[in-house]
């Protein structure tokens, strides 16, 4: 039984392609050299919460795979939050904030397993560094190699340290005609291949 609010209760984000490649503009020369990316689109719906912020813990946001070449264009519901909220300090393990990954261009994912408490293959940041904002007093930027993974997220929670997650649902038919399609644009090769995933945020409302 599904726990977690998924919005809207039926049914995957709407979003044209025309729509999608309007909102990647700044991010198109960059995009070229990635025949394969994935979207997420945070705030793509209304704050479901008492307050305009993003919602943790709720499938709320959209994620999108785009592979241009083989005319795919498939969104899904998504959530680009951690599930909690945990304050922190600092940088170490043990007294760091929860993360929350910064928008922008992140060009460091690959096809891989993730290793949580259920390990499954996934798309995993693998290549390089990326920037999160970790909860504090107050919010405070960090960069490095975190595992800010692309996941199967939970029934009872979004599964989420930080990590871009799909409902189980959805999950299947998302990592399936990702990795088909990565295997037509490059054969044996193809969980050698750099990804970029690339978050927006629409303004929450």
Not at 21 to 49: D, N, T, W
Not at 59 to 79: C, E, H, K, M, W
């Amino acid at each position: 039984m599904q726990n977690v609010k998924i919005i809207p209760a039926a049914g995957r984000p709407q979003i044209t392609q025309q729509a999608l490649e309007a909102m990647l503009q700044p991010h198109q020369e960059q995009l070229k050299r990635y025949p394969l990316s994935v979207v997420g689109i945070r705030g793509f719906f209304p704050s479901a919460g008492p307050t305009s912020q993003n919602d943790r813990n709720v499938y709320d946001d959209a994620l999108v795979l785009r592979v241009p070449t083989l005319n795919i264009f498939s969104a899904f519901n998504g959530n680009t939050d951690p599930s909690r909220m945990h304050k922190g300090y600092g940088t170490r393990e043990r007294t760091k904030g929860m993360a929350v990954l910064s928008t922008g261009f992140w060009p460091v994912y690959r096809f891989d397993k993730h290793n949580g408490s259920q390990p499954h293959e996934a798309i995993c940041q693998r290549a390089g560094r990326v920037t999160v904002i970790r909860d504090g007093d107050p919010p405070y930027p960090d960069t490095g190699h975190f595992g800010i993974n692309i996941h199967r997220g939970g029934y009872s929670t979004t599964s989420s340290l930080g990590c871009q997650t799909i409902p189980p649902e959805q999950w299947d038919a998302f990592y399936h005609q990702a990795s088909e399609a990565a295997k037509k644009l490059w054969g044996e090769s193809w969980k050698k291949q750099d990804i970029a995933y690339v978050l927006l945020e629409t303004g929450l409302s």
